[in-house]
């Protein structure tokens, strides 16, 4: 711990014991709680962190303050949008070994999270033949084993999906079996997404309207597959929350749950 020892802003710190510590911000927080009272006090958490979930819950019951904020940053906002459209169901890449086509969208799990994405058994499963769409702005190192790699202009996530839709929709390339008999108004969805060419997307994109029906394509075609999301729509908050229920409505529409 360090404790600051000159003006706020000056950067003048010392080093302090763990227990000076803690009797320093229990103090201040005490004093803050008679002057202000204990509402003055809250936790903004920027991810989903299960210490501050319960601890650090347990400790504003404590204290006396309902103020617990998420900055709607992490995985919160697609979890969200993925229980609205998709229910509790399971869509992300946990067999590996039995999935035919990998969507990596927004992910960089080769140098983030990587006990969560196993780029080991990604490349293991590339070389016995899994497919990879790679969807984010930079080329990375398991981009580059990509089947198909899409160098989306960020925030562009929704349109990029619509346009799929679109593809897999008018192409009948759908799972009529799954739709017919679990998916609430496709008919609707069907309508809707006409107007969503690939030719309209790929100026918002960036990208080559010809390079998003091979993607769109290659993941109706290639089933069992699985998209794995990452933080990049949901952190830049543009059409984050419709972009996670479009992606989500590709998964359905291919029968990609489960």
Not at 51 to 72: D, E, I, K, Q
Not at 245 to 252: E, F, G, P
Request: proline share 5%.
């Amino acid at each position: 711990p360090m404790k600051r020892t000159g003006e706020k802003g000056e950067g003048k710190f010392e080093r302090c014991t763990w227990d000076e510590a803690i009797e320093i911000t229990a103090t201040k927080l005490k004093e803050l709680k008679e002057q202000y009272g204990p509402e003055s006090y809250g936790v903004l958490s920027p991810q989903a962190y299960q210490v501050l979930w319960t601890l650090g819950r347990r400790f504003l019951n404590v204290h006396g303050s309902p103020n617990y904020m998420h900055s709607a940053i992490c995985a919160l906002q697609r979890a969200a949008s993925k229980r609205i459209v998709l229910g509790a169901a399971q869509c992300d890449p946990g067999q590996i070994n039995k999935t035919k086509l990998l969507v990596v969208w927004g992910a960089n799990t080769e140098n983030s999270a990587i006990n969560q994405g196993d780029p080991n058994k990604r490349v293991k499963a590339i070389e016995n033949g899994l497919k990879v769409i790679d969807i984010r702005p930079m080329l990375e190192g398991l981009g580059s084993k990509a089947d198909v790699w899409l160098p989306i202009r960020p925030g562009t996530d929704c349109a990029l999906a619509l346009a799929c839709l679109n593809v897999i929709i008018g192409e009948d390339l759908y799972d009529h079996e799954f739709t017919d008999n679990w998916c609430n108004g496709f008919d609707k969805l069907a309508e809707h997404v006409v107007q969503y060419t690939p030719e309209w997307a790929a100026p918002i994109t960036w990208l080559d309207a010809e390079q998003i029906r091979q993607a769109a394509r290659l993941y109706a075609m290639n089933t069992p597959g699985c998209i794995q999301w990452g933080c990049t729509w949901d952190q830049i908050g543009r059409a984050s929350t419709t972009g996670s229920h479009a992606i989500a409505l590709m998964r359905a529409v291919c029968g990609n749950l489960d």
